[in-house]
């Protein structure tokens, strides 16, 4: 039986997240934890979170989470999601500045900051929160069935700037481009959030609960 480690460090949409893959594959066996040993005993790691990237990044060595969660972005099949995209970048702008985990190339920007912005359009509101396309700019095993221009659902208000054009997995437009997907090897992170986005959400997770890790 294949087993995912939801990784809890404190923050948001785990109970959501974990429903989810066991809604779209009721053979696996799921388990929330913020136990080293429980994530370094599952098959596939899910990276999620909601909040403060700083809480985030303080969680992970006060959980002794950092050791494992690197080796398992080095060795398992790996879904960071929300947060759990940001916090693979090198830097946030958050909080005046936040030092990342470093696993991609590029940083975490406050949207109203993206490259190519003269002028926030003020119709367009901060948090981003809602539906957008999701423009996929690498094929991946994770986009199996799901449409190049299919919808997604966001909550966010920093975003991440890839800078290795062969990371950056997804674009979406809001205000500017940034990137929604990214990864590399056996990792994959979206901005948006599969467990919110119906049908191709869930076909999402279900492609990761099957995926082995190669491209």
């Known amino acids: 039986m294949t087993h995912v480690a939801v990784v809890d460090f404190g923050t948001g ?14 053979k696996v066996r799921v388990v929330v934890t913020d136990d080293p040993d429980r994530v370094h005993a599952a098959d596939h790691v899910v990276f999620p979170g909601q909040g403060a990237i700083g809480t985030c990044i303080r969680a992970i060595d006060q959980k002794g989470l950092s050791d494992v969660l690197m080796e398992a972005l080095r060795t398992k099949p790996f879904l960071g999601i929300c947060l ?7 830097y946030s702008e958050e909080h005046d500045g936040t030092p990342c985990l470093g696993v991609l190339d590029g940083e975490v920007k406050y949207l109203t900051h993206l490259s190519g912005v003269a002028q ?18 690498q094929p991946h095993p994770l986009w199996s069935s799901i449409a190049p221009d299919a919808r997604f659902y966001f909550v966010h208000s920093y975003c991440a700037v890839g800078k290795n054009n062969s990371e950056v997995l997804g674009v979406t437009e809001y205000g ?9 090897d056996n990792l994959f992170a979206t901005q948006f959030h599969p467990e919110k986005s119906q049908r191709d959400g869930l076909a999402l997770l279900k492609n990761f609960v099957a995926w082995d890790g190669t491209s």
Do not use: C, D
């Not at 926030?120 to 539906?131: A, D, T």
């Open 120 to 137: 926030w359009p003020r119709e367009l509101k901060i948090p981003h929160m809602g539906w957008n396309t999701v423009r996929q700019n």
């Open 176 to 184: 500017g481009s940034f990137t929604s997907a990214a990864g590399r």
């Open 13 to 26: 949409n785990l109970r959501s997240v974990s429903k989810a893959i066991e809604h779209v594959a009721p």
């Open 84 to 90: 759990g995209l940001q916090a693979l970048y090198r």
